[in-house]
């Protein structure tokens, strides 16, 4: 019996890894937690406290701080996902999640910190 020529090889493994990759953030789920698992947890941590690396240097926003939950709205926040910070460090959203994601996110971030 013969060994597979390289083509068959390659053609076998980018075709099973074209059937399993999901370009869609987190896999086109709108369960609002895993998308931001997916989408903001690197930056604002996976409990919106985000690490002290991120704070400190970037300026992330804590979603669980007072001054952010004071004065959230949840159309501020679909508006933050969707158009990003007007200072570029949050990017826009808009394209990489569908609206149903973005409503889901805005949800949950709306649970964290203390409920109005």
């Given at each position: 019996?013969?060994?597979?020529?390289?083509?068959?090889?390659?053609?076998?493994?980018?075709?099973?890894?074209?059937?399993?990759?999901?370009?869609?953030?987190?896999?086109?789920?709108?369960?609002?937690?895993?998308?931001?698992?997916?989408?903001?947890?690197?930056?604002?941590?996976p409990?919106?406290?985000?690490?002290?690396?991120?704070?400190?240097?970037?300026?992330v926003?804590?979603?669980?701080?007072?001054?952010?939950?004071?004065?959230?709205?949840?159309?501020?926040?679909?508006?933050?996902?969707?158009?990003?910070?007007?200072?570029?460090?949050?990017?826009?959203?808009?394209?990489?999640?569908?609206?149903e994601?973005?409503?889901?996110?805005?949800?949950?971030?709306?649970?964290?910190?203390?409920?109005?």
């Amino acid at each position: 019996m013969r060994a597979p020529s390289l083509l068959i090889v390659v053609v076998a493994i980018l075709g099973t890894a074209a059937a399993g990759c999901d370009r869609k953030v987190a896999g086109g789920s709108t369960d609002g937690a895993k998308v931001f698992e997916a989408a903001c947890a690197s930056c604002h941590g996976p409990a919106g406290t985000p690490p002290p690396q991120m704070r400190d240097t970037l300026g992330v926003r804590d979603l669980n701080g007072a001054e952010f939950v004071g004065r959230r709205t949840r159309e501020r926040v679909v508006d933050q996902i969707r158009r990003g910070a007007p200072n570029g460090r949050m990017p826009a959203f808009t394209g990489a999640l569908t609206e149903e994601q973005i409503q889901a996110v805005a949800d949950h971030v709306m649970s964290f910190g203390a409920k109005r």
